[in-house]
Structures are given as C-alpha cells and as structure tokens.
C-alpha cells in the first residue's frame, strides 16, 4: 500500500495553483458552490505593511530604547484596519520587556494579524463535512452530482469545482489557514486550523500531521450558515495599489463582464474595511466596434450546425453598413474544420456540444470620443483594458485563456503573416461561452491551465480560428475591395453647392438687416468670401469635366491600343506564312515572268513584317539593316512587276514607261 509523506501536499498545492488570481478563483468558486445568498466577500486586513514592518525590524537591531521603538511600530499601524486586529496588535507588542522579545512579539503579530478572509453566506459545512470532504483532498462527493446531473440531461451543472483540490489554494497565499464554518441546523461554529509550515517536514508521513476540526463558539444568530477562510502568515507583500491593480484587471473578468451588472456573481474585494470597485464593461464599448462577428454552434438532430453572423460596420473609408450570414452544415464542417487527413474523428464535430461566441474588432487608430467613456484617449485604455477573446465555463472564466500573453486562437502570429486588416488579439474584445453540462468533454487541466488537448477541444479551436482568422478576415477584405478607391459620385455635386450658396447668400441678406453700421464692413468680407467660394467651386467642376474627359479618352485610346497589338499579332503571323510560302517557291519550276513579281512581293512582306513586328508585343523586335543589292535589277523587277496593271489605272508610273525614250 502507498504511503504519502506530508510535504506531498506542498508539492500538490504548488503544481496545482500557479498564480494568486487563481488561488482566490477557486476560494471564490467554492462560496458560490456553498449556494451563498449573497455573494462572496474578499477582505484584505492589512495591520502593518511588509515594508514598515522590515523597516522597524532593522531599526530594533540598532536602537535600545523599548517605548520608542513600541511607539513607533504602534504609530506605523494601519488606522484603516479592522479595530480588533489593531488592537490586539497593540496588545502583543506591549508584552515586550525587552528588544529581543520585541522583535519576537512584532514577527508573531505580523504573521498572526495581517490576514485575507474569502467569505460566504452558503450552506456550511457541519464537523462531519469538514471531517470527511474538506480534509479529504480529492474527494469525488460533487464529481458524483456532477455526473448525475449530466446522466440526467440538465442544463446546469449543481457545481463549478469537483475535483476536490480548491482547499490548496490557500496555501497559495498564507502558510496558516482557519476556516470558521457552520451549517443552519449547527448551534456553534465549526473551527480547522492548519499550518502548513508543519508539512514541510521531509521525515513526516501524511497521516502524522494532526488537523482536527473541533467545534467553537455559538452561532451570532441560529439560522446563520456560511464559510469564512481566514488565511495569515501571508507570502506576499499586499498593498492598497496592488489590490486595486487586481480589481481592475483580474477580479473583473473573473465573471462574464458582457452581461449585465445586476446578473453578474457578486464578489466584493475590501481593503481595510474599504470596498474596491470591481468595474464592469460598458456596452458603449462594445457599439464602438468597428467590425464583429458572432457565432452560434448547435447540434440539431445529433448532426453540428455553424452559424455565423459578420458585420462591417467602419472599415477607415467611405462603406455602408454590410451584413453577412454564413451557416455551416455537417458537410462544409468537415471539410473546413478537419479536411481530408485531419488528426481527429468526424464524430468530434458533435461531442463537442453547443457553444456561442462573439468577437469585436477595432482599428484602434480610428478609436473616437465616446460620451460615456470619455476622450479618445480614455476609450483607447477602456478597448485595450477589456482586449482579448475570454473563455467562459457557466459565466466563470477558464484560465488562462485571453490573457496577454497568451495567443490561443494564433491572432498575433497569423497576423504577421497576413497583409491587408491585422486581425491581433489585442485588436478584439471578444468572449465564448461554454458549459459543464453543455460540453462535458471541455474539461480544464488539473492545474488550471487551460482545457486538456482532446478532439473536442480541437474542434472547438478550430472552429473559433476558422470563424475570427478565416472568414471574417475575408469578409472585411471582400467590402474594403468593393468600396476602397471607388470613383466619388458628383453628379449632384453642383446642384448641392447651388443650394448652399442660395442658403448663403439669404443668412447675409437677413445679416445685412439686423447688423449695426459698424459691422457692414466684415459683412462686406462675407459676401466677397462667398463669391470667392462660387468662383472656387465653378473652377473645380470644370477641372473635374476636364479630367473626367482625359479620363475617357484615355480608356478609349487604351481600347485602340489593345485592338492594335490584336491586329498587329495576327498581320505579323500572315506576312511569315506568306514569306515562308514565297521561300518554297525558288526552288521550283516558276515561269521567268513571274519570278520578278515573287521578288518583289517578298521584299514587300519582309517590309510590312519588320513594321508589324514593331508594333506586335508578342512577335521577335525586327531592325532596319544596310545590305548591298543591284539597283538596276531592283527597278528593273519593280517596272515587270507593274507593267500588267490594268490600263484604266492610269498609273503615272506606267504612263512615264511608255513617254520615255526608253531612259530610266
């Protein structure tokens, strides 16, 4: 039989919860796990800062005088904590006799007052529960419900955790933990304390480590139920800036920030008694989009169906609002999502289960003034604040998806290659929403990094890929095609500049009547601003005629031209039939008078061929060259080659022939 040493569950705890945000995650779930009827609380209860208290630590070793160093460390405590911790903070340091025990009493206090208690009003826990589930690190008691409930069909899921490892979260922040619970049929609370310092013991098993629950004080009312985990001796350095900082960003898309504030989880986060806002999304953000799509992925009669709906809304130039409906069946999914050779089964395509998602774009340059955000510069914080495509598990996000650093849809490097619209991930506020009973096979890794690698889990990538990456990429390429760098429409250009200088011209006139002597001149000034405008914009049209004409004379120009190269290339192509034909002619038996003609007519094409050649595009360029050649024989061949021309041509040629005394 295995045995487990206590430092296993350190091991266990550090593998398992890797940040804080997660850490107070799975604090969180568990209160809305325990049914709480009012929301979870998170309170900081900081006494002393970390930095004071190493301060006053260094200043003991150096200085003798108890009541000074007492005074001091008493003045450096928090007025803003809880009364009672600063009061019995007070109390231990006073039990100082001296600067040694001081310093004792001050690490004790630091590590025993300083405290983060997660708390919630929900069922409870009894000394049997904390005995048999909450001491029992991977108890399998909700894993059953959940499994019942998705054996049965329902549409929720009766928890968000069921792997029994929540617990360990505490020791992500504090090396002590004390949980103060109690169920509505309790009469006194229920208390467990654990000090995790003990674990680290290597020589120590498991089972010798005592923690028992034991039961406390009575109820403050008897149908009070609830749990508060109180952890101290915390590991990091909690300050005001850096919870605020944990509010803004992390608390704030712990729940669906897209819906509305009044149906989001409660979860309020205190800092010494202060509440820290947890601020949600406008929607104004969202109706600032310059281009989104939504998706939705059903299963109809067991076969997927993918339905997507894309929207152009303003691209950076003159479109109107285009709309676009893609919708996907099993056939186009398959091809699309898997393909010929894909790595997974088509069956994948169903086991997934249904899911939506949706995905906001922004050409964060074109970013404007939003009423109820602010300038452009504020709307550009509020779009890169929300940036990012979140997962969202029964409106609790999955981790780690949509953080900065991580690039699950494969934006930022597609983008690198891509040119044309940049679709990153920081361009996007985006979420997809899926559940535990809707999507039994999307099961998130023990360690809380992401969903485990199954089928359904790459049908589910892909398909987000395929809609955000593919089609809407192509979607906006498609409109910025047909509306970029289209010629302006001004055929009622002049008519409108016709109505705005009549509408000119009768404010002057109205001005004219109401304004006193001494404004005459600058009404002057109008009217001669006016007239120049007329003349500016008679000008204008008459350029815009003339360009427009230059415009189509040169299409038409162009349109003779390509007739030309056409014409060209098939002249070209007969003169070098007709040439080779003349070429197989010397050597055959052709009758004397008509070898003169053949010579004549082939010096003829070769210059008709050197011409056309010129002019044809496709054809080998052809040159003018010298050559010797008898000129007596050439228009000795010229006159035979004319002398048959009929006689009613009167050629001047052949009538010179005939009139000469038989000179050339």
């Known amino acids: 039989m295995f045995r487990i040493s206590a430092r296993t569950v350190l091991e266990l705890g550090s593998e398992l919860i890797s940040s804080d945000i997660i850490a107070f995650y799975e604090l969180i779930k568990n209160g809305f796990d325990a049914r709480t009827k009012s929301g979870v609380d998170v309170r900081f209860d900081i006494v002393l800062p970390k930095r004071a208290y190493l301060r006053i630590q260094n200043k003991i070793s150096s200085d003798e005088n108890l009541d000074e160093l007492k ?4 003045s450096e405590l928090s007025q803003a904590a809880s009364a009672r911790a600063r009061e019995d903070f007070g109390k231990t340091i006073d039990q100082a006799t001296s600067t040694a025990s001081l310093s004792q009493l001050l690490e004790s206090a630091q590590k025993k007052f300083n405290t983060i208690t997660i ?12 005995e048999r589930s909450f001491l029992v690190i991977g108890t399998s008691s909700r894993k059953k419900e959940v499994e019942a ?29 004390r949980v103060e619970t109690a169920k509505t049929s309790d009469t006194h609370i229920n208390l467990l304390e654990i000090d995790w310092a003990k674990f680290t013991d290597i020589d120590a098993m498991l089972d010798q480590i005592p923690v028992a629950p034991e039961a406390g004080a009575p109820k403050p009312t008897n149908d009070w139920s609830g749990t508060s985990i109180i952890i101290s001796d915390l590991l990091e ?44 999304m406008s929607n104004s953000i969202l109706d600032a989009a310059h281009a989104r799509v939504t998706g939705v992925y059903e299963i109809l009669d067991n076969s997927p169906v993918l339905t997507c709906s894309f929207e152009a809304l303003s691209l950076g ?16 999914l398959q091809a699309a999502i898997i393909g010929k050779d894909g790595p997974i089964d088509d069956s994948a395509l169903s ?53 900065d650093d991580d690039d699950w849809l494969e934006l930022d490097r597609k983008a690198l290659r891509r040119s044309g619209y940049t679709l990153n991930k920081t361009q996007f506020i985006g979420r997809v929403n899926i559940s535990r009973t809707a999507n039994p096979m999307l099961v998130d890794q023990t360690n809380r990094e992401g969903l485990r690698e199954t089928s359904e889990e790459y049908v ?11 089609r809407l990429g ?48 600058a009404i002057e000034g109008l009217q001669q601003t006016l007239f120049e405008f007329s003349e500016f914009a008679s000008q204008a049209r008459k350029r815009i005629e003339q360009v427009e004409q230059e415009s189509r004379q040169m299409v038409e120009m162009a349109g003779v031209g390509l007739m030309v190269e056409v014409v060209a290339h098939e002249l070209a192509r007969a003169s070098e039939n007709a040439l080779t034909a003349l070429s197989n002619l010397k050597g055959n038996d052709v009758p004397a008078r008509l070898q003169s003609y053949f010579r004549t007519l082939q010096a003829e094409m070769k210059s008709v061929g050197k011409r056309v050649r010129v002019l044809d595009p496709l054809s080998v360029s052809g040159r003018q060259r010298t050559e010797v050649f008898s000129l007596d024989a050439a228009i000795r061949e010229a006159v035979e080659a004319h002398v048959h021309i009929p006689a009613h041509h009167e050629h001047p040629f052949r009538t010179n022939v005939n009139t000469s005394s038989g000179s050339t």
């Open 237 to 280: 350095n909690w300050t005001e800036t850096r919870v605020k900082e944990l509010a803004e960003y992390d608390f704030a898309r712990l729940t669906d920030p897209f819906a509305d504030a009044g149906s989001r989880p409660r979860i309020a986060i205190y800092w010494n008694n202060e509440r820290i806002t947890v601020p949600f």
């Open 71 to 74: 005074a001091q460390i008493k």
């Open 474 to 521: 192509m979607f906006m390429r498609d409109i910025e095609k047909q509306y970029k760098n289209q010629k302006v429409d001004l055929s009622d250009a002049q008519e409108k500049v016709m109505k705005l200088e009549d509408r000119a011209r009768t404010a002057i006139k109205k001005l004219k009547r109401i304004t006193p002597p001494e404004g005459e001149e």
């Open 119 to 130: 708390s919630d009003s929900g069922d409870g826990m009894s000394l049997d529960d904390l």
């Open 317 to 332: 130039f003159e479109h109107p609002v285009e709309r676009q409906t893609l919708k996907l069946p099993i056939e186009d």
């Open 460 to 470: 589910l990538l892909q398909i987000l890929r395929y809609a955000i990456q593919d």
């Open 351 to 403: 086991s997934v289960g249904p899911f939506t998602f949706e995905a906001h774009w922004y050409n964060r340059r074109r970013l404007s003034t939003i009423d109820s955000i602010g300038d452009q510069r504020a709307v550009r914080q509020v779009q890169q604040k929300w940036s990012g495509i979140l997962l969202f598990r029964d409106r609790f996000r999955v981790f780690p998806y949509g953080e």
């Open 149 to 177: 409930a998705l054996d049965r069909g329902d549409k929720e899921s009766p928890y968000l955790g069921e792997k029994g490892i929540g617990r360990l979260s505490a020791m992500r922040l504090g090396e002590r933990l």
